[in-house]
């Protein structure tokens, strides 16, 4: 019963995007790492331009990158002692994908009342990814990936995670746009022994997608809307929404804006800017929580692609 509660106290302070039930385990799988997508609101079913492993592993499979590698940092300044950081790779080889990537969150140091000792906790999680995305076509195409995670609180725990989703792609008469579905977060519990007891992953599905709209050569409006449900353990349920919009100048500057709405009060807005040049790319969002929802994250993104 103390470690449960010890949890449920890591992910409040931990997620940029709180978790609200006691009995869900792992903030780290709920932690988005890619800037872009932060700033549109947190869609994960856009065409990404990076970060494919934890975005839209399909993207790869429809551009002209055959390698790409990405890392990404986030700041708290409401939090003390918060490390978090991610780097993935991506290769595409004619209609197929391969990834590889690594996460890491650290803190913030706290005492717990729930603890039986007054030393301080230093919690931190990580986890080895691997992914495979298919073309099947020039319109649809697939993917799955798996985690392996560990957990140090007090003890430590290890689990398993999977992955699944499916995208479908086309072109309209000034732009073109994507749709994707999702499951993720499946695996046994985060068992830290008899005493201390198990706890569920939180399991989700979602949808969404992206439209491009063309303006002429020079100019580019992307608008996204997704959702994902987290359905177990049930008594941790919590519905997530977002709608975002990006311009996008010359291929080379982009100016986004987001909002996310979750139910108990995981609300928030967000806002970022991007460029890229020479198959570099650099992406910076903020995200500020609304009503009770104190979070204030920075995230920035780096990637490189030939």
């Not at 949890?7 to 039930?21: C, D, N, Q, Y």
């Not at 994960?44 to 990158?65: D, E, K």
């Not at 991506?90 to 994908?97: D, K, T, V």
């Not at 499916?166 to 519990?189: C, L, T």
Request: proline share 4%.
């Amino acid at each position: 019963m103390k470690l449960k509660k010890i949890i449920f106290s890591l992910a409040f302070l931990a997620a940029p995007i709180w978790v609200a039930a006691q009995s869900s385990a792992l903030p780290i799988l709920q932690m988005n790492s890619d800037a872009r997508s932060v700033a549109m609101g947190g869609n994960y079913y856009g065409q990404s331009r990076g970060n494919y492993l934890y975005t839209n592993p399909t993207s790869l499979l429809y551009n002209n990158q055959k390698f790409q590698v990405s890392l990404s940092g986030m700041m708290r300044p409401d939090l003390d002692k918060f490390y978090y950081g991610q780097f993935n790779a991506a290769y595409r080889l004619g209609r197929h994908g391969l990834y590889a990537g690594f996460r890491y969150w650290g803190g913030p140091e706290f005492k717990s009342e729930f603890a039986s000792s007054k030393k301080a906790i230093l919690p931190n999680e990580w986890s080895v990814d691997a992914g495979y995305a298919f073309k099947i076509n020039n319109h649809f195409s697939a993917s799955v990936s798996g985690s392996f995670l560990q957990s140090t609180i007090k003890s430590s725990a290890t689990t398993f995670a999977f992955n699944a989703s499916a995208f479908y792609r086309n072109d309209f008469g000034m732009g073109s746009y994507v749709v994707g579905i999702s499951g993720g977060n499946f695996g046994p519990e985060l068992d830290f022994g008899k005493k201390a007891g198990s706890f569920p992953l939180p399991a989700y599905a979602g949808g969404g997608g992206e439209c491009q709209f063309l303006f002429g050569s020079e100019h580019r409006v992307n608008t996204s809307l997704s959702a994902r449900y987290f359905f177990f353990p049930t008594d941790s349920q919590m519905l997530l929404a977002d709608a975002g919009a990006e311009y996008t100048y010359k291929d080379i500057l982009s100016a986004r804006i987001g909002y996310g709405f979750g139910s108990k009060e995981n609300s928030h807005i967000a806002m970022g800017i991007g460029t890229s040049f020479a198959g570099v790319t650099l992406d910076a969002s903020y995200q500020m929580g609304l009503g009770n929802n104190p979070v204030k994250a920075a995230l920035l993104t780096l990637g490189f692609g030939l």
